[in-house]
């Protein structure tokens, strides 16, 4: 069974940096993580839950335009890791922040980020 956790959500001013970690567990899948598309996914409050960033297989990266030039997405195969690098916070990126593989995967519990003005 796979368990993705994410973690490394907080408080932080706007203009601040995160980084956010999500390591997937679970034998079977770990046999599969390195050719697997992965993604990072965020929900604010009253909104429904958007793709933020993704990473192929590959390394290939592709952005939400919201986040273009400020976030970037990478990924430790060896670690059955991804981590989203957050720069340039603003308000508007509160939300709490989620990995998965394209949805196909069960939900984690998700990391908050809280950007303050």
């Known amino acids: 069974q796979v368990q993705l956790v994410e973690s490394g959500g907080g408080l932080v001013q706007a203009g601040g940096s995160l980084r956010l970690s999500c390591a997937a567990s679970g034998s079977f899948f770990s046999r599969f993580f390195s050719i697997t598309s992965m993604g990072w996914y965020r929900q604010a409050p009253g909104k429904q839950r958007e793709l933020v960033a993704a990473i192929t297989s590959g390394g290939k990266t592709n952005y939400a335009d919201s986040v273009k030039g400020r976030f970037t997405i990478s990924r430790d195969n060896a670690q059955n890791t991804v981590y989203l690098q957050m720069n340039g916070l603003t308000p508007e990126d509160t939300a709490v922040y989620y990995c998965?593989?394209?949805?196909?995967?069960?939900w984690g519990q998700g990391t908050q980020v809280t950007v303050s003005s």
């Open positions: 998965n593989a394209d949805g196909a995967l069960a």
